[in-house]
């Protein structure tokens, strides 16, 4: 079982906007604003898509946008275009001594 | 071009150990901790540790204390994770991945490798 929670699968159609959630605890996605998000395709290494909440790295579309409200993070996809369809994960900081916690994963759908 | 390149594929029986070595260039190596995530066949990520190239320090999640070891040498500008007493739990993709911000930790990576697939397996 992950330490972060997020739903297993979404989908939506060309176009439209979804958000993925990302639930915690204060001692991670609460109470620190290191919370990340990856983009990860098959056979691939995951991609850094959301730093610090809501930061976006250069290259990244601005398709995509990240916040946070109390202990649950968020990843919404506007646009959606059929090269988003990947499994994505939601990522924090923590104050146990694991230190990064990871979400379970969500497989996103392009309909 | 900013790069790290990972160590080919290994089989392990169990109790073995394994070495994962993870080269980077096209940036100053010394300026960015450099993180282990590893990912089971079908599952989510799993952070390891964490390595400061420039002077060595690590820190190891609780999970992997005792088994873990990552260590640099500056000279080839290459990391390594070592890990110990494998299990056929340990079989995955392990990454090695930069840390988004120089001289410092933010807790996200930038930049990942290709992944190394170790299998434990008798």
Request: charged letters at 15%; a positive charge; glycine letters at 10%.
């Amino acid at each position: 079982q992950s330490a972060l929670t997020q739903p297993a699968s979404v989908s939506g159609s060309p176009g439209q906007s979804i958000t993925i959630s990302c639930t915690g605890t204060s001692s991670d996605v609460g109470g620190y604003n290191y919370v990340s998000w990856y983009q990860q395709h098959p056979g691939k290494a995951p991609k850094l898509m959301i730093y610090d909440v809501s930061n976006r790295p250069s290259g990244v579309s601005n398709r995509f946008s990240g916040s946070k409200s109390g202990n649950t993070a968020s990843l919404t996809i506007s646009g959606l275009q059929a090269e988003d369809e990947a499994d994505y994960y939601c990522s924090s900081y923590t104050s146990s001594s694991t230190y990064v916690v990871f979400g379970g994963g969500t497989k996103l759908t392009v309909l | 071009q900013v790069q790290l390149v990972q160590s080919g594929a290994e089989v392990k029986k169990p109790g073995a150990s394994v070495k994962v070595s993870c080269k980077a260039s096209g940036y100053t190596f010394t300026s960015y901790y450099m993180h282990w995530v590893r990912q089971a066949p079908g599952q989510g990520l799993e952070w390891m540790g964490i390595i400061n190239p420039s002077g060595g320090s690590t820190s190891y999640a609780q999970k992997f204390q005792g088994r873990v070891t990552m260590t640099r040498d500056t000279s080839t500008s290459t990391v390594y994770m070592e890990l110990s007493s494998l299990r056929s739990e340990d079989t995955a993709v392990y990454y090695c991945a930069r840390e988004g911000v120089v001289a410092t930790v933010a807790w996200y990576f930038d930049l990942w490798g290709r992944g190394t697939l170790v299998t434990v397996s008798s």
